[in-house]
């Protein structure tokens, strides 16, 4: 039976082929038969149905208008990740806008504007994934590029913390997700042997932006102000705008004219990336790992405050992860180029273990230079495990149902990310010092990445599972009665064999 078949269910859509034996003078009526009909058929791996009943192969550009898309793409993401890992910087001109330095609990509910903006990003995430499905990518990230222009903007005439957890924490970071995600998905319209080279390229933006622009924002707040600074940033948000209009979708939409409810409420709600078992237990793996992922992100600065003082040049640590992480995103996603189906997995695997022990081998850094060793493969793992989540999603459930396949998996991703660093803060204040916050949160990661070595084998099982019911006695036995009358078959036009 050929794969992309597009006529409905019970149609005999099976009945007029040949065998790939046959000889060519018997496969011509054939062909002419099935033109007659309205249902010629190409044997390509992938197809679309046309109104008329043809089926087109859809051949992944490669290049062409995908390069403006991957610049496009990589704008996105270093102007929405660039904005968050910089607000560390924003924080301080919080404190001083909107009261004293010192003050512990005005440090505190500032600091849950910036958290509430990173949650908003990816706890949106399923939310997108249905937009998109829906609306498209261009839609979807031009609109949300919008949003968060607008909420980002609002935030500049802000002048307490009240309105700005809604202008800043939800409005500018709900927009940025409805942006970002998008970014994602086009990638597969345009790549597929390259898809893993041009997702490292796209997500070093982030790294790049992350490393130069808090250069940048740091004399703009000196000299510019809070508020100005913000209005600054919103050209970043504006080129987001013109970002999206450059994803034009490429592959082929299914026909919605002939949908019933309750097929269209499973476009909306998609429950075939859950009968991926492969999918399962990704999405359940990669958020048990993120739980002491982020720890060392969020705590380090002051780990080596307490541990080397004050005065020692803690920002060059941030600069090396951010350094090695983009270099790891470009390497990487092009190893994953010659990595064969779900065994892209493993590199994400060996991320996960990488940056497991790193986690743990802070504490025993008592020399500065051991820290900048650790920061160095932390941010080049780091880089591995975000360049391939794309592909990964691809192989797992296919080109049609990758969008909310990411967006799940990311709004899974925000319960951990929001957790695991104060779990870390409470250990620290019980214990008198990181160190057993450090041990503990190399140890999620590391059980992580082992749930993530059942996925090539549970996908293979599942392959195995299918084929063997594809074979069974009743299904063979009517395919032979099908093949017999086929030669009579071939001079009715118009007629099914059934």
Request: aromatic share 10%.
């Amino acid at each position: 039976m050929t794969e992309g078949n597009s006529l409905p269910e019970g149609d005999a859509a099976g009945t007029n082929e040949v065998p790939a034996d046959a000889p060519a003078q018997e496969k011509r009526p054939q062909e002419d038969e099935q033109k007659e009909n309205g249902n010629s058929k190409v044997d390509m791996p992938m197809k679309t149905a046309t109104p008329g009943g043809d089926e087109v192969e859809f051949v992944h550009p490669e290049g062409g208008w995908g390069w403006v898309v991957m610049l496009a793409a990589m704008w996105c993401n270093g102007s929405v990740f660039g904005i968050q890992n910089a607000f560390g910087l924003m924080f301080l001109s919080l404190l001083r806008e909107f009261g004293s330095e010192n003050d512990a609990d005005l440090r505190f509910r500032t600091a849950w504007v910036g958290s509430l903006s990173m949650g908003m990003i990816f706890f949106c995430s399923p939310i997108v994934s249905v937009f998109t499905d829906i609306f498209g990518c261009r839609i979807t990230a031009v609109s949300g590029a919008t949003v968060g222009l607008i909420g980002l903007m609002a935030s500049s005439f802000v002048t307490s913390l009240g309105p700005m957890y809604f202008t800043y924490g939800i409005v500018f970071a709900c927009g940025c997700s409805f942006a970002y995600q998008p970014s994602l998905v086009i990638l597969g319209h345009y790549f597929k042997k390259r898809l893993g080279l041009v997702n490292g390229i796209v997500t070093a933006g982030s790294s790049f932006f992350t490393i130069t622009l808090p250069f940048v924002l740091s004399g703009m707040l000196e000299k510019l102000g809070l508020h100005n600074t913000m209005r600054v940033l919103c050209i970043l948000m504006s080129g987001l705008i013109l970002a999206g209009f450059t994803y034009k979708p490429l592959l082929p939409v299914k026909p919605t004219s002939s949908q019933t409810g309750r097929s269209r409420m499973r476009q909306i709600f998609n429950v075939n990336i859950w009968k991926s078992w492969g999918y399962r237990i990704w999405a359940f793996g990669i958020p048990a790992a993120l739980y002491g992922y982020f720890v060392p992100y969020v705590h380090l600065m002051k780990h080596v405050e307490e541990r080397f003082g004050t005065d020692s040049n803690k920002e060059i640590l941030l600069m090396c992860i951010g350094i090695t992480s983009g270099v790891g995103r470009l390497i990487f996603g092009r190893v994953a180029d010659y990595v064969d189906g779900v065994n892209k997995v493993y590199l994400q695997v060996a991320s996960f273990f990488v940056i497991g022990l790193m986690s743990m081998m802070i504490p025993l850094c008592h020399v500065f230079g051991g820290l900048i060793a650790v920061c160095l493969l932390m941010g080049l793992f780091d880089g591995c495990f975000i360049c391939i989540m794309a592909p990964i999603a691809f192989e797992l459930v296919g080109s049609e149902d990758v969008s909310q396949a990411i967006g799940f998996l990311l709004g899974l991703m925000s319960v951990p990310m929001t957790v695991g660093p104060p779990i870390a803060g409470f250990l620290r204040d019980k214990m008198g010092n990181y160190d057993m916050a450090f041990y503990l949160a190399g140890v999620p990661p590391i059980i992580g990445g082992a749930l993530l070595c059942m996925i090539p084998w549970a996908v293979a099982k599942q392959k195995r599972l299918k084929e063997a019911q594809s074979k069974e006695p009743g299904v063979t036995e009517k395919m032979i009665e099908h093949e017999k009358p086929q030669g009579d078959a071939q001079h009715k036009t118009g007629e099914s064999v059934l």
